[in-house]
């Protein structure tokens, strides 16, 4: 009786050390103030058209080896395209210096942060958990109006792979 009762506390105990961890904490590489990350922020009038308008909104999205685009809103939404994964609407603020975006999907809470990669510079590193464990990638700006105001034209986004599995 003893053996079980000192297991079951054993396992609580586990568990509340575990939720009072939240792994936001790890997933912020270098803390800025939050205009640092207002240049990825769109006004929240494109919210409601953010798919079909993703190539004249600002977004910030990775290389080919992890596909991922992210669409920021004044309102404190988000949109996003992640190849194999799918895509979806959730919620941003900046938190402990980093902004911090998490969406509700089938089987789990998706949970990303992004930040700074140094301490000086504008690198950013988009980092969150999958099954594999932390990830941290590049991430960077495609603001196709800065863009124009420089004389060019903006490369087109890359083909999105839509993903039918609904995770």
């Known amino acids: 009786?003893?053996?079980?009762?000192?297991?079951?506390?054993?396992?609580?105990?586990?568990?509340?050390?575990?939720?009072?961890?939240?792994?936001?904490?790890?997933?912020?590489?270098?803390?800025?103030?939050?205009?640092?990350y207002n240049q990825f922020v769109n006004s929240s009038a494109d919210w409601p058209q953010a798919e079909s308008k993703i190539d004249e909104l600002k977004v910030m999205q990775t290389g080919s080896e992890y596909p991922m685009r992210y669409v920021f809103f004044d309102n404190g939404k988000f949109y996003y395209q992640v190849d194999r994964l799918g895509t979806?609407?959730?919620?941003?603020?900046?938190?402990?210096?980093?902004?911090?975006a998490t969406a509700q999907r089938t089987i789990f809470e998706m949970e990303l942060a992004i930040s700074a990669a140094d301490d000086k510079g504008n690198d950013t590193l988009v980092r969150f958990y999958d099954r594999h464990g932390l990830n941290s990638i590049q991430i960077k700006l495609r603001d196709p109006q800065a863009i124009k105001a420089q004389g060019k034209m903006p490369t087109e986004l890359r083909k999105f792979t839509r993903s039918e599995k609904n995770i």
Do not use: N, Y
């Open 1 to 36: 009786m003893k053996k079980h009762l000192v297991t079951a506390l054993f396992a609580v105990v586990s568990v509340f050390l575990l939720q009072g961890c939240s792994p936001a904490g790890s997933l912020i590489a270098h803390q800025r103030d939050a205009d640092f």
């Open 88 to 100: 979806g609407e959730g919620v941003w603020s900046i938190q402990k210096g980093a902004l911090i």
